[in-house]
């Protein structure tokens, strides 16, 4: 392990940097108190995973902040409501902190219903919720009944866990509804696609993919989703999981209730797409049909953009790449894309990863790799600096950390616009790395030499 004065000697377990010591990763744990982690908490973990559901209404039981920190949390793009995008509040005060907040939860839920007319109603409990006591489940429950739709408490205080236990609070939120639905006429040759959350069109790309391979999506979990389809999930044959930390658990939930296997994939990145799509067709194998078509479709997906990719990779060789992101197993897919296109990488981190995915990680990466859990800005701007990266690929909060640092930055989270799955999400993340790092700007900004020895950045304070 590293263990320097830059890092606080609670996390020295959660840094390590690969062929210097044998690997022993600290992980799946709380964050450390002071290391002002870039993890969200247990509610934001939830609201990620339940926001794209476009006919739903999503009502925030807690202070304004709560519904203000993560309105519009998503891209999420929508094929027709667009319910989601609007941010509802009960917006509790100290009058509710004092006497309890059900009677305005109650109203809040009654008069939004009327309004809106949504499908389903999701309704989250937040950090104050948790304190005062709420019985948010007696009070959905009797909504429910009165208003005839399903109102589904969401039990996501956000002081009681991470970001991961917000997930499972959205998994559990979404297992009320999987198996209410009608069946009758779904294909046996069919896949609900779980963790795919349509922030630039992914989902819609990704199940034209199905559509010419023979296989019918039932439901997208949760990107341009609709309450209907999600209670009709366990008619389908397979369950495809693309966002494994988000969604895994749903997945051994439904495997366990309805006896529908589940397969992980990445639909990032030429190799893992194609493999994913050819995982999926060779499933289905009685069908011989799907995988003609799978073939085919893969071959003449890929011709499009190889040309492309190609200059890409003539002018990126040799560049170095940093990874932070939410879930591990989307590292894995970058690091295959930045090596295909000729980069290194030199810093990989997530902020939910667990020990298979710590050693996947430290199998793929060369020596001299740093590997982060739950890191924190001045660690990523440390070694975003000593390893001399070129670009930094993450999300919202690690923006501002690639350009102080003066090198490019990746936006792969979930408030980019641009489709970033699939093959033509390939050529479209090729041609940003591209822009971004071959950028004539970074001329004139680049990583000051005197930061290597600056004693402020040694000792953390930077």
């Not at 296989?215 to 008619?235: F, M, P, Q, W, Y």
Request: net charge neutral; aromatic share 10%.
């Amino acid at each position: 392990m590293i263990t320097d004065l830059k890092i606080l000697k609670e996390r020295e377990r959660q840094v390590y940097l690969k062929g210097e010591e044998p690997f022993d990763m600290k992980c799946d744990v709380k964050s450390t108190a002071g290391s002002v982690s870039q993890r969200a908490c247990v509610f934001c973990g939830s609201r990620v995973v339940l926001y794209p559901v476009a006919d739903a209404l999503h009502l925030v039981h807690g202070p304004i902040g709560c519904a203000a920190y993560t309105w519009d949390i998503r891209g999420a793009l929508s094929s027709g409501p667009e319910l989601h995008r609007k941010s509802f509040s009960t917006d509790l005060t100290e009058k509710e902190v004092i006497f309890g907040g059900e009677k305005k939860l109650y109203q809040a839920l009654n008069e939004l219903i009327e309004k809106h007319s949504p499908k389903a109603a999701f309704v989250y409990s937040t950090c104050i919720v948790g304190i005062i006591g709420d019985d948010v489940g007696a009070v959905a429950k009797r909504v429910a009944k009165e208003k005839d739709i399903p109102v589904i408490p969401v039990h996501s205080e956000g002081f009681k866990g991470t970001k991961k236990d917000g997930y499972q609070a959205a998994c559990t939120a979404l297992l009320k509804l999987v198996g209410k639905g009608d069946i009758k006429g779904i294909s046996k040759t069919s896949i609900n696609i779980l963790g795919e959350f349509n922030i630039g069109g992914e989902a819609w790309m990704i199940t034209e993919y199905y559509k010419k391979m023979g296989v019918e999506v039932v439901s997208v979990l949760t990107g341009d989703s609709r309450i209907e389809n999600i209670k009709k999930a366990h008619g389908a044959s397979l369950n495809v999981v693309q966002c494994s930390g988000s969604m895994l658990y749903l997945a051994k939930k439904m495997e366990e209730e309805y006896g529908i296997p589940f397969i992980r994939v990445s639909y990032f990145g030429l190799e893992d797409t194609s493999k994913a799509l050819y995982d999926v067709a060779s499933i289905f194998k009685d069908n011989t049909d799907v995988m003609e078509k799978t073939k085919i479709l893969v071959k003449e997906e890929v011709l499009k953009i190889y040309e492309d990719l190609l200059f890409y990779k003539k002018h990126l060789t040799g560049k170095r790449a940093a990874i932070y992101v939410g879930g591990a197993f989307k590292a894995f897919s970058l690091i295959k894309a930045l090596k295909f296109l000729g980069m290194k990488t030199v810093l990989v981190g997530s902020q939910t990863g667990n020990d298979e995915d710590y050693e996947i990680l430290r199998d793929m990466c060369d020596d001299g790799t740093v590997i982060l859990d739950d890191s924190n800005p001045i660690e990523l701007s440390k070694y975003i600096v000593e390893k001399k990266a070129d670009l930094f690929i993450g999300g919202v909060k690690e923006r501002p950390i690639a350009y102080k640092m003066g090198i490019g930055f990746c936006d792969h989270n979930h408030e980019r616009k641009t489709p970033l799955a699939g093959f033509k999400g390939m050529y479209n993340f090729a041609d940003e790395v591209y822009s971004t790092v071959m950028s004539p700007v970074w001329k004139f900004c680049p990583i000051r030499p005197e930061l290597y020895d600056n004693p402020f950045l040694k000792r953390g304070i930077l």
